[in-house]
């Protein structure tokens, strides 16, 4: 297709507006232009037009035609057109005049209307939504930024972006890359951010007040598992000879920490401090590799309220490293291994710098990840943009893992550009299309490495929420004990199934999701598992008799002051 005939289309479905005005005197036409207009060849960046019943608020016809971008730039942009009339301000005959638009407007779309100019790579991709989605009157906010850390489980936002479901919301949405988690949380809670991709543990701590306090919620549940552990090919030779091998000779898999112990005993002999990374103090990397760590012997750690390095008593070091940084840390000697997400564990294995020994699939199975975080303001003053952002979240996640995940060697294309993930496909590749590479040459099937829907995944579980809390007073970071009713009570002031159930029920009722696959009977809290490296049992609803059942950590009477543990 020319740029001629793209540009012949939209003027097109400009006139048929006028038109159609025309042929409805009940009706006015408003052209608003929205950024600024690059002339030449058609290259209007964005116009809106709308056809508003005369005194009504509620759009009648609704047609976008979204940055078609400058000419020769690489990749096709992409044109919407969205449909709306209101029954109570049409009558019958004009009700059928509009319920013909929107198939003559795609066909003019499809016919010769449709985007082929080329557009930057920050643009989105030319395979987009091709569902009519109208979005929901009464959006609060449209243009919202929202942010991110360089990694591979950030995959629904940059697909909802791409694949056009924010805009088939009414949402123009801006993603950028934060320096670390901290700037991330501090910027959604001044407002510089409308939400982010947070660490699980993040709505959780800020909201107790662990850390900067602010209330964040969290209406959708990004991934499950995702994320490794990482040790120098040194510690690896010196692990090696404790594990297990396979008739072929491989090392036998998962692989406990308890093969890492006398490495670290070894270490503290020579007076060699064993120090390990992992990303930030309330992150699910802390909290697995202290788990891995205290189910193979090793101590990570206490926290108190008068020293929060997290090294009281600790056998192992741990200290925050932000993620892009880890393969470095590492090369430099500065850390002897680490617990982050995708690619940085596989970044180790390309550059022959190290060995992942386990991932967290192997910890806890099917363990949750990231979380979609905004503040309970926002959500209280933007109930409807809430629902639909959560929406286009569901949908790009359901993109993610339908068809046995046949999108994703796509998706990875799309996290290695330089505005999102920035790492080679490849690297992204090794474990996001259902494969880990241990030592170079020791790649394995595992299909859930990387999980975005399947398994009610998106779901924000309260017993997640009480296992994440759970973890932070085992190690000090809730300096008292706690009754279970309170695990349960700030599980449901930070986790918000209600928003989550709103918007997937919304879909299901759009046709574009299937209600089977949502757990609209759940009390939110998991089935009792022992899905565990160590085979212990969890359960949500009771957080302080499994504490009792940890081997190394915090019991329920216990306190953490001036270095020493206190009944």
């Given at each position: 297709m020319t740029d001629c005939c793209a540009s012949e289309g939209r003027q097109a479905l400009v006139l048929y507006c006028f038109a159609l005005s025309a042929c409805l005197p009940s009706l006015s036409l408003i052209g608003n232009r929205h950024d600024d207009a690059v002339i030449g060849h058609f290259d209007v960046r964005r116009w809106t037009f709308e056809c508003r019943a005369t005194g009504q608020a509620a759009p009648v016809l609704f047609l976008k035609v979204i940055k078609p971008e400058p000419f020769g730039l690489g990749k096709p942009s992409r044109t919407f057109i969205m449909i709306s009339y209101s029954d109570t301000t049409l009558s019958s005959p004009q009700r059928g005049v509009f319920a013909g638009s929107a198939a003559l407007l795609a066909c003019l779309l499809a016919a010769c209307g449709g985007p082929s100019t080329d557009a930057p790579s920050s643009s989105p991709s030319s395979s987009e939504s091709t569902a009519l989605v109208i979005p929901m009157e009464g959006l609060e906010k449209t243009e919202l930024t929202f942010g991110f850390i360089k990694l591979t489980d950030m995959a629904p936002l940059a697909i909802a972006y791409e694949k056009g479901f924010f805009e088939d919301e009414g949402l123009y949405v801006t993603l950028e890359p934060q320096a670390n988690w901290k700037v991330l949380l501090d910027r959604v809670i001044d407002g510089e951010l409308s939400g982010a991709h947070m660490l699980a543990g993040q709505p959780l701590a800020a909201t107790i007040g662990y850390g900067t306090k602010a209330h964040i919620v969290t209406p959708f549940s990004m991934d499950l598992n995702g994320n490794g552990i990482t040790v120098s090919n040194e510690v690896w030779e010196k692990m090696r000879p404790n594990i297990?091998?396979?008739?072929?000779?491989?090392?036998?898999?998962?692989?406990?920490?308890?093969?890492?112990?006398?490495?670290v005993e070894e270490y503290a002999a020579d007076g060699k401090p064993f120090n390990m990374g992992m990303v930030f103090p309330v992150s699910t990397h802390n909290y697995e590799l202290r788990y891995w760590l205290a189910s193979g012997g090793i101590h990570p750690g206490f926290y108190s309220p008068d020293d929060v390095s997290g090294q009281i008593q600790a056998d192992a070091l741990l200290s925050v490293t932000p993620p892009p940084q880890m393969p470095a840390t590492l090369e430099a000697g500065t850390i002897y291994g680490y617990c982050v997400g995708e690619p940085w564990n596989q970044q180790a294995v390309f550059k022959g710098i190290g060995v992942p020994v386990i991932t967290d699939y192997e910890i806890w199975k099917d363990n949750p990840e990231k979380v979609f975080g905004i503040t309970a303001e926002f959500a209280e003053e933007n109930p409807v943009t809430t629902k639909a952002v959560t929406r286009a979240l569901i949908r790009a996640a359901m993109w993610l893992d339908e068809n046995d995940n046949a999108n994703r060697a796509e998706a990875v294309e799309i996290l290695a550009r330089s505005e999102y993930v920035g790492a080679d496909a490849d690297v992204i590749a090794n474990s996001m299309t259902g494969t880990f590479e241990y030592e170079r040459g020791?790649?394995?099937?595992?299909?859930?490495?990387n999980v975005f829907f399947r398994y009610n995944a998106t779901y924000p579980y309260y017993s997640d929420a009480v296992w994440y809390l759970s973890q932070m007073r085992r190690w000090g970071q809730i300096s008292d004990s706690k009754d279970d009713a309170w695990y349960d009570a700030t599980a449901r002031e930070v986790y918000?199934?209600?928003?989550?159930?709103?918007?997937a029920q919304s879909l299901v009722d759009d046709g574009l999701a299937d209600a089977a696959d949502f757990p609209w009977e759940t009390d939110g809290y998991k089935p009792v598992t022992s899905d565990f490296i160590d085979g212990v049992s969890y359960d949500g609803r009771q957080p302080n008799a499994y504490l009792e059942s940890l081997t190394i950590g915090l019991k329920s009477s216990q306190t953490v002051a001036a270095g020493e543990v206190i009944e």
């Open positions: 297990p091998s396979m008739e072929d000779g491989r090392p036998v898999h998962p692989i406990s920490a308890s093969a890492l112990k006398p490495v020791d790649k394995r099937e595992v299909p859930d490495f918000r199934p209600d928003i989550y159930l709103e918007a």
